[in-house]
């Protein structure tokens, strides 16, 4: 499990430092202070999957890209990667984490740097590093475990193909996922069912009908729906439910927003075991009567899983209805944590579970 976490020229911080991380960790600040780019570096720092092909996600997902001519492929805009946006030779970001129960420090690096190629010739290269460091304890110092590494040309305007990343990644054997993201619009229909049919017929399908109960207890299946005449089309279907007392397949679209949320967080963290979900603006779509129960959910079900959970919140009842859990569990060694990011500042502003609890109790504002 992460315990800390270090940003260096990332997004919007030059440096950035935290610490105390715990086992549910809720990241809060004002709008651009960089909440999501914190969980961007803890996606690109913690996947298992080649990092650079985390890294064409997270610059997709943030429309950074030009259409080109070939409908198949994009530029890449990796400046925007870079505190400051711009970039030169000699231009490197760097995430690192140390996970102190295994004794472990993994590092990624994205450099900008001149390649060799001829006695006098060179060309610009994007270069996406890899490290885990684990400590020899009879020896001080850290020594390398694994290292990877990858090159991908930068054209004039100093994009990057999609392409190559997609060629890169024929050269990397695929892995199963260690790092879950839902974003702030939740999961894709796509992904959804990919993750549930990972979890068919398992106690963790359980999980999940027993996490949409909180929205709506009648549920008692639920099952996909993707072919066929009577399959439901749109942005979210391929999901039906069997509500109790009810004959018909009720599709998940009729359920609202706040069902949909809910699904994608339970087939997340059931896919997340023993890695990490990452979950931003955790409340959208979500009545403030559910959301203790919704963090009563996860916070068991990453104590049964061993799952790490990073959250992102603007929601003054997300923060207090977290604090309801914090306040009923004795101090813990794994902790639930609140994090709050200030714009200029270096560190993140921790607050415990007991300083939760208080927070809450005595009305003080944490975001």
Request: with cysteine; charged share 25%.
């Given at each position: ?353 007991r300083q939760i609890a208080i927070a809450a109790e005595r009305n003080i504002e944490v975001r």
């Amino acid at each position: 499990m992460l315990k800390s976490l270090k940003i260096e020229n990332f997004r919007c911080f030059p440096s950035f430092e935290m610490g105390q991380l715990g086992r549910l960790n809720l990241i809060v600040g004002t709008n651009n202070s960089g909440k999501t780019s914190i969980l961007e570096a803890l996606q690109l720092l913690l996947s298992k999957s080649p990092n650079f092909e985390v890294l064409s996600d997270v610059v997709i997902n943030r429309s950074e890209y030009l259409d080109k001519e070939d409908d198949r492929d994009k530029d890449l805009v990796i400046r925007h990667l870079f505190c400051g946006h711009e970039i030169e030779i000699g231009s490197n970001l760097l995430i690192t984490g140390k996970d102190d129960i295994d004794d472990v420090r993994k590092e990624i690096s994205i450099s900008i740097e001149n390649k060799k190629i001829s006695e006098d010739s060179y060309l610009p290269m994007l270069y996406v590093r890899r490290t885990n460091h684990t400590k020899d304890l009879p020896n001080p110092d850290w020594l390398l475990e694994k290292k990877f590494e990858i090159t991908l040309l930068l054209s004039e305007d100093g994009n990057v193909s999609f392409k190559s990343f997609q060629n890169a990644k024929k050269f990397f054997a695929e892995q199963s996922s260690y790092v879950q993201f839902v974003n702030s619009s939740s999961l894709s229909t796509e992904k959804a069912i990919n993750l549930f049919e990972m979890i068919v017929l398992t106690s963790e399908e359980d999980l999940v009908t027993q996490a949409m109960q909180i929205i709506e207890p009648r549920i008692k299946r639920i099952a996909t729906l993707t072919s066929g005449k009577h399959k439901y089309k749109g942005t979210r279907s391929g999901f039906v439910m069997q509500l109790a007392n009810e004959n018909q397949r009720i599709p998940i679209g009729s359920m609202g927003d706040g069902m949909w949320r809910m699904l994608g967080l339970a087939l997340a963290i059931v896919n997340a075991k023993d890695g990490v979900l990452l979950v931003d603006e955790i409340d959208t779509g979500l009545h403030f009567t559910v959301m203790s129960d919704m963090w009563k959910m996860l916070w068991e079900t990453a104590k049964r899983l061993n799952v790490q959970i990073f959250a992102t919140t603007h929601s003054n009842d997300c923060w207090q209805s977290l604090a309801d859990i914090a306040n009923a569990e004795n101090p813990s060694e794994d902790g639930i944590t609140i994090h709050r990011i200030e714009k200029g500042k270096p560190h993140s502003i921790v607050f415990t579970e007991r300083q939760i609890a208080i927070a809450a109790e005595r009305n003080i504002e944490v975001r």
